[in-house]
């Protein structure tokens, strides 16, 4: 970005973006709305503190499941996309698989704490059925100074985007974000984390 005005000639330069990878997926969501909620029939979901949502994070896994292959097939595919717009080879993104997934179904007043994802390269969000009241916000690594008076794009420090039915976002996995209260309605998400082999 470059200035004129009585100070001379100024320039800001934007060092370090934080990515984020977003597409929309056709695929059919009623069969997995479906799945899931059969699956969450017969089991007890986990919630804390920090995951007030109901969810199969250490409960049931995705992978394991034949039904959920095709589409984490398709996440692994744009994540490995999304590696190759980071730099990585395409040695490095064959190396890369999906390591963990699973879902969580939120109701009116559940939320998600601000967290991270330890141990994984990438993680994602597909969203199955969402409100239009409901949100993710991602948060800049915390910083020591003092808030600007007005924010812009130079010292904002949380992006927030909407939850829309059949949208991908992919993201490194140490990006802190959390989502709102929901407002109302059922929200349900299926999230997961890329990992890479061992040599």
């Given at each position: 970005m470059t200035a004129k005005g009585h100070l001379g000639e100024t320039h800001i330069d934007r060092l370090f973006p934080v990515p984020l990878y977003r597409a929309e997926l056709k695929v059919d969501?009623?069969?997995?709305?479906?799945?899931?909620?059969?699956?969450?029939?017969?089991?007890?979901?986990?919630?804390?503190?920090?995951?007030?949502?109901?969810?199969?994070?250490?409960?049931?896994?995705?992978?394991?499941?034949k039904f959920f292959r095709s589409l984490l097939d398709q996440f692994l595919?744009?994540?490995?996309?999304?590696?190759?717009?980071?730099?990585?080879?395409?040695?490095?993104q064959e190396q890369c698989?999906?390591?963990?997934?699973?879902?969580?179904?939120?109701?009116?007043?559940?939320?998600?704490?601000?967290h991270i994802h330890p141990g994984a390269i990438l993680s994602g969000a597909?969203?199955?059925?969402?409100?239009k009241e409901?949100?993710?916000?991602f948060f800049r690594q915390d910083e020591m100074i003092l808030p600007a008076?007005?924010?812009?794009?130079?010292?904002?420090?949380?992006a927030t985007y909407r939850c829309e039915p059949g949208k991908l976002m992919i993201f490194k996995s140490n990006l802190n974000h959390n989502t709102n209260a929901k407002e109302g309605g059922r929200k349900i998400v299926i999230s997961f984390n890329v990992n890479k082999k061992s040599e």
């Open positions: 969501l009623e069969s997995i709305k479906a799945e899931i909620l059969d699956i969450s029939k017969g089991r007890t979901l986990k919630r804390n503190h920090v995951i007030n949502v109901d969810s199969s994070h250490g409960v049931y896994g995705l992978r394991q499941d595919a744009h994540a490995q996309n999304f590696l190759g717009e980071l730099g990585y080879d395409k040695y490095f698989f999906i390591g963990s997934s699973w879902f969580n179904i939120s109701q009116k007043s559940d939320s998600l704490g601000k597909f969203y199955v059925e969402a409100n409901d949100q993710i916000s008076t007005k924010m812009n794009a130079l010292s904002e420090k949380v």
